[in-house]
């Protein structure tokens, strides 16, 4: 980095770890309306940041990811999803995990959910009756845990199925709102206290969590090979390179991590596609007419959609679940967007701000799916699930769980939104999600 970082802010740092917090989104208009393409923020403790927005400068930094340090920049996320997390992994260790994680979310294997999606879907939709009113964020995280729990845990009933269910949704509604988020940045507030401290609350969910889980992996040891196909299954009967198994301990963190990085993500971007859609009736009137034209509807016809596809990614870049890819912390002195910087120097691509650029999507705040039916964009213009070493693990499962649900919800039930007022983005934990979950209401069940 040269001997100032480029375009430093100078508001006080605990402001802007404030101001962070709060509204994320509204920091990075402030400050790349005053800066441009580039500037830098102090979080105090947490670290400074080198934010970019420019497709050339995004583009660089997953050009050389070999040269960061990514896992390390993720600590922050350590005390929730574990030390032995593939998110706080680097170099070789992050690379062999990957490849063993990576089968399961691609290809042939993905396939086999997308029934199971439905399913779930069908299951979760079945009892809506006409007029009820729902929380459309609530409702989609009943179905993407569920799609986690089965596809990944391998559990779908039983009791400890029946356990870990509420447990797992009470344990990620801690962090709701940007007050309660603040637990994950300020390491002050991380004391036990016991079960009267939010802390302390938070810890006690986790070991109830790892015991249940814990059960679950001692009793699959005990079953040996059952032909199952979850992905935890998967993970105990795979060896690295040495022929040595996974820990139960890596075992209970990368499942955490799955649920983390998974579930609640794909459960808040529908829930902003039913907000978009709802909002425009055109369009929810085209993605009625495509799923008509449809001969047959099938888990795989229905993916292939090219509107509801469109649908999707405009939802993805209008409303990024998280506003930033992971932190990239230079190992030794690195170029990007034609600033040297040098090793130990955190840079951030924001998602946010190269999602708004004008340039590459005019009328930028408008959701209007027809754009990605038009161009196409390079993996540095639009970047929804990250990119480079890191990009998403389950960014294929994420897009055909929501195109299955979309279709699948759409073609059964005439819905309206609940609330004329403009729905607000909020902070959830790390991600950003709709203030009120988006309410929408049931005005009829279709045929
Ligand atoms: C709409 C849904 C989702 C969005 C928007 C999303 C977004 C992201 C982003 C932006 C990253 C960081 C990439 C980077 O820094 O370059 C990431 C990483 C990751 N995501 Fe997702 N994600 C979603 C769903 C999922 C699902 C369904 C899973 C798991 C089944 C998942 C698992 C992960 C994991 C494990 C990582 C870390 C990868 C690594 O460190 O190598 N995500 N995701």
Known sequence: MPNSPPNLITTPPWQQMIHWIADPLAFQDRYSREYGDIFTMRLGKVGT?????????????FNQDAKFDIGRGNAIAEPLIGKNSLMLMDGDRHRQQRKLL?????????????????????QAIAQWSTGQTFVARSAMQVISLEVILKIVFGLSDGQRY????PLL??????????LRSSLLFLRFLQRDWGSWSPW?????RQRQVHELLQAEIAERRTQGDTGRTDVLSLMMAARDEAGEAMSDEALKDELLTILFAGHETTATTLAWAFYQIHQHLDIRQKLLQELASLEEFT????????????????????????PVIFPRIAKSSV??????FEAETILMASIYLVHSREDLYPQAHTFRPERFLERQYTPAEYLPFGGGSRRCLGYALAQLEMKLVLATVLSQYQLALAAAKPVKIQRRGFTLAPAGGVQLRVVSKIS
Request: contains cysteine.
């Open 299 to 322: 888990p795989t016809t229905a993916a292939r959609l090219p509107y509801l596809s469109a649908v999707c990614q405009e939802t993805l870049r209008l409303y990024p679940v998280l």
């Open 102 to 122: 990576m089968p399961p979310f691609h290809g042939e294997r993905l396939q086999t959910y997308a029934h199971q999606i439905c399913q779930i879907t069908q």
């Open 335 to 340: 170029k990007v967007g034609g600033y040297e």
């Open 162 to 165: 029946q356990q870990l269910k």
């Open 200 to 204: 302390g609350r938070m810890k006690q």
């Open 49 to 61: 940041y080198v934010v970019l927005s420019s497709p050339a400068a995004v583009q660089d930094i």
């Open 169 to 178: 949704a009470d344990w990620l509604d801690m962090t709701d709102s940007p």
